[in-house]
């Protein structure tokens, strides 16, 4: 595939349920290009999954491995990189990942994120209380903190409310090939 590109990181951020992983990893799949979930990183070295990290060495813990996963890999180039939600915590993390990157933000509605964690609680402790009602007023508060740090960090939105990650990852290859 003829990019321009060039050997830049494709780098998705974004709020859980949004739709990072599943469209990054399609992305890697069109670009021949290497795939790194930093989420599934972390669970493949450490064997445990985030819910127990958080539970038995808490969230502290998995920062920090998050930070040391992306001083890791921001160094290197033409990768696919799908990131947690909460990677824009850290304004380090945003830092390496710009340098060498491309950075597109996913955003999505909160019914829509809300129905899509569901079938993935294993990865997401934040959002794991028990009942939808919490469930969605927790959502609601972390998406309010959350959104203004992935909007100042994007070189690109995207609402993926309504989109499959295939169509996700077709619009991203569209831009990129635009620039
Ligand atoms: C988190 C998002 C999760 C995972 C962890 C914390 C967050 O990743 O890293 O549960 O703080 O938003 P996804 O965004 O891939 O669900």
Redo the contacts with the bound molecule.
């Keep these: 595939m003829k990019t321009n590109y060039s050997d830049k990181n494709i780098v998705l951020i974004?709020?859980?349920?949004t739709g990072?992983?599943s469209t990054g990893r399609i992305i890697a799949k069109k670009t021949k290009r290497t795939f790194i979930d930093?989420?599934e990183f972390i669970e493949a070295e450490t064997g445990i999954s985030?819910k127990e990290m958080?539970a038995e060495k808490g969230e502290k813990y998995?920062r920090k491995l998050?930070e040391k996963l992306v001083k890791k890999i921001s160094g290197k180039k033409k990768q696919v990189i799908?990131?947690?939600?909460?990677i824009v915590?850290n304004s380090s993390n945003v830092k390496r990942l710009k340098k060498n990157g491309i950075l597109f933000a996913l955003k999505a509605g909160e019914v829509v994120i809300l129905k899509r964690?569901s079938a993935q609680k294993d990865?997401?402790?934040?959002l794991d209380y028990g009942n939808r009602a919490l469930n969605l007023k927790k959502l609601k508060v972390?998406l309010a903190k959350?959104l203004p740090l992935y909007t100042a960090a994007a070189d690109y939105m995207l609402d993926t409310t309504r989109l499959t990650p295939a169509k996700t990852a077709q619009k991203i290859l569209c831009e990129l090939k635009r620039q």
């Design positions: 974004g709020f859980m349920g990072k992983t930093t989420d985030i958080f998995f998050e799908s990131t947690g939600g909460g915590k964690v990865k997401r402790p934040l972390l959350r």
